[in-house]
């Protein structure tokens, strides 16, 4: 090719590389910034001391007792991150989940542990039924179906004895009809008009919550979640699911799983300007670290890039078993 007639034939006024130049150019015109502040770490607390467990499907996420969880939260300060979501695995499970709501059981006991040890560690806790049902559902079955209305009030039980043992914030996953309502009604009934409902509002159906249904024990014995939880061809919806909880008082809303719905969080923050939080669930870890594991992918890259694509998308707040590697990439870079 003739390279001078090449370049007198292009009258470029606008060269879009110029701004790729060189990594401060870069960073000077970067849109979408990562900041440990906005992770939250999930945790799984168990019964007993010292206890403290990988689970085989999500390496680096391990099944912790109270106490072990106390040190994996000032590790993560440490990190940098300062926000952690918390599930429980009780030892006795029936078929109503009635641990959910003891004040003895796991997660209390790590709300009030952790918030000894740090003050200013923020506590969200996940409230569920079906870690707590011997049958694996997220509520009361009743005829073979979960039944909506009893089960929300086990579910207003959990989130209010959160509440009470010291959460600062309370996530209903149970994906009930009316739940944020019932549960923002109970908490204030009781002076608990300060904890604030991250409703996991539009969350789907899926597939990517394999392995943590193996860190939680929490496998329906019969049938699955397609009662409740959302169909993934379904965005429109979303905005039902999602108008419908900050009408009942939902103070940030989530997105779950993220990748896999990209869309529906950048359609939710557009539409609703609210406080959004996108769930990177375990099938999403799992499948990055497999692949890292086998040399197939640059792990550190991969991991900065989708969580960078979740944020990108409109999320304010990511879940993620990632938040303290991210954090750490971050202050590195
Ligand atoms: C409880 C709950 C689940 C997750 C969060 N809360 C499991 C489920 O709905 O089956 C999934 C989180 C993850 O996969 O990382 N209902």
């Known amino acids: 090719m003739n390279h001078s007639l090449t370049h007198t034939?292009?009258?470029?006024?606008?060269?879009?590389?110029?701004?790729?130049?060189?990594?401060?150019?870069?960073?000077?015109v970067r849109e979408t910034r990562l900041t440990p502040d906005l992770f939250v770490l999930p945790l799984f607390v168990c019964e007993g001391?010292?206890?403290?467990?990988?689970?085989?499907?999500?390496p680096g996420v391990f099944n912790l007792s109270v106490d072990e969880a106390v040190k994996e939260v000032e590790t993560a300060k440490a990190d940098g991150v300062k926000s952690v979501i918390l599930f429980g695995l009780p030892d006795r499970k029936d078929d109503i989940g009635s641990l959910a709501y003891d004040p003895g059981a796991p997660v209390q006991s790590a709300i009030r542990a952790i918030k000894r040890a740090a003050p200013d560690v923020l506590i969200a806790t996940d409230v569920c039924l079906c870690e707590y049902t011997d049958h694996g559902h997220c509520g009361i079955v009743i005829d073979n179906e979960i039944a909506n209305d009893p089960s929300v009030e086990q579910i207003v039980r959990a989130a209010v004895s959160h509440a009470a043992a010291g959460a600062d914030i309370v996530a209903p996953s149970d994906m009930m009809d009316g739940r944020v309502g019932a549960i923002r009604h109970a908490l204030d009934e009781r002076g608990f008009e300060q904890t604030a409902i991250m409703?996991?509002?539009?969350?789907?159906?899926?597939?990517?919550?394999?392995?943590?249904?193996?860190?939680?024990?929490?496998?329906?014995?019969?049938?699955?979640r397609r009662s409740h939880q959302m169909d993934p061809a379904n965005s429109a919806e979303a905005m039902r699911?999602?108008?419908?909880?900050?009408?009942?008082?939902?103070?940030?809303?989530?997105?779950?799983?993220?990748v896999t719905y990209l869309d529906v969080i950048?359609?939710?923050?557009?539409?609703f300007q609210f406080p959004?939080?996108?769930?990177?669930?375990?099938?999403?870890?799992?499948?990055?670290?497999?692949?890292?594991?086998?040399?197939?992918i640059d792990e550190p890259r991969a991991m900065l890039e989708t969580l960078t694509s979740i944020r990108r998308a409109g999320a304010d707040i990511i879940i993620t078993y990632y938040a303290r590697e991210a954090a750490r990439a971050i202050a590195q870079s």
Not at 49 to 58: I, L, P, T
Request: proline share 3%; with cysteine.
């Open 276 to 296: 959004t939080a996108a769930y990177h669930v375990s099938g999403e870890y799992a499948m990055l670290k497999a692949a890292a594991r086998n040399g197939w």
């Open 266 to 271: 950048a359609r939710v923050k557009e539409r």
């Open 9 to 28: 034939a292009l009258k470029l006024t606008r060269r879009l590389r110029r701004l790729r130049r060189t990594e401060t150019m870069r960073a000077l």
């Open 241 to 258: 699911e999602v108008e419908q909880d900050i009408a009942e008082g939902a103070d940030i809303v989530m997105v779950k799983p993220a």
């Open 199 to 224: 409703a996991y509002a539009a969350k789907y159906c899926s597939a990517f919550y394999g392995p943590f249904r193996d860190a939680a024990a929490s496998v329906p014995r019969f049938g699955d």
């Open 49 to 58: 001391e010292g206890v403290r467990r990988e689970v085989a499907s999500m």
